[in-house]
């Protein structure tokens, strides 16, 4: 094997290389890119000022380069049972169409989850709860895992107000 050899190959990996990574990177510009995050927190009404009582506040941001359309939400127990709560505050109705850079938010109200995760066998002191969004093609979006604590019956006055995390 002479160098010239040498050097012809390795030119052709370096344009295998750069040829799989361009395939890739369009690969997942194709792809959706949601972000969900779920935290405790109060909303802040727009045209009031005026603040909610404890809520826990689903929210979704589209990172991708493509619209989604997402189509349900609920909470996940560490029963793996779903919670849905059709009586919820939002941003959006569904099914929601989330362009690029969009966001949206649900707002579960807190009190009312409480009697409802208070309930749940086996469970004592924190719960861990996972929210999500489904998409029409079926694909879900979860969030971090949120320690929440069913026991406290009044704990408005510890929370702050906040939007939903930032992304």
Do not use: W
């Amino acid at each position: 094997m002479t160098t010239s050899d040498i050097i012809t190959a390795v030119v052709g990996i370096g344009g295998l290389l750069g040829a799989i990574y361009t395939i890739s990177v369009q690969q997942r510009a194709k792809k959706p890119h949601i972000k969900v995050a779920l935290n405790l927190g109060r909303r802040r009404y727009k045209k009031t000022g005026e603040t909610s009582d404890a809520k826990l506040i689903l929210k979704a941001v589209n990172k991708g380069e493509r619209t989604v359309i997402l189509n349900a939400h609920a909470l996940l127990l560490p029963t793996k049972e779903n919670l849905v709560l059709l009586d919820t505050e939002s941003t959006s109705t569904l099914p929601i169409k989330l362009e690029p850079e969009q966001s949206c938010s649900v707002y579960y109200d807190a009190r009312e989850l409480v009697p409802m995760l208070a309930k749940l066998k086996n469970q004592k002191g924190m719960i861990k709860l996972t929210g999500y969004y489904r998409d029409f093609a079926g694909r879900t979006y979860k969030s971090p895992k949120l320690e929440f604590d069913p026991t406290l019956q009044i704990f408005d006055h510890n929370v702050e107000v906040l939007e939903g995390q930032r992304f």
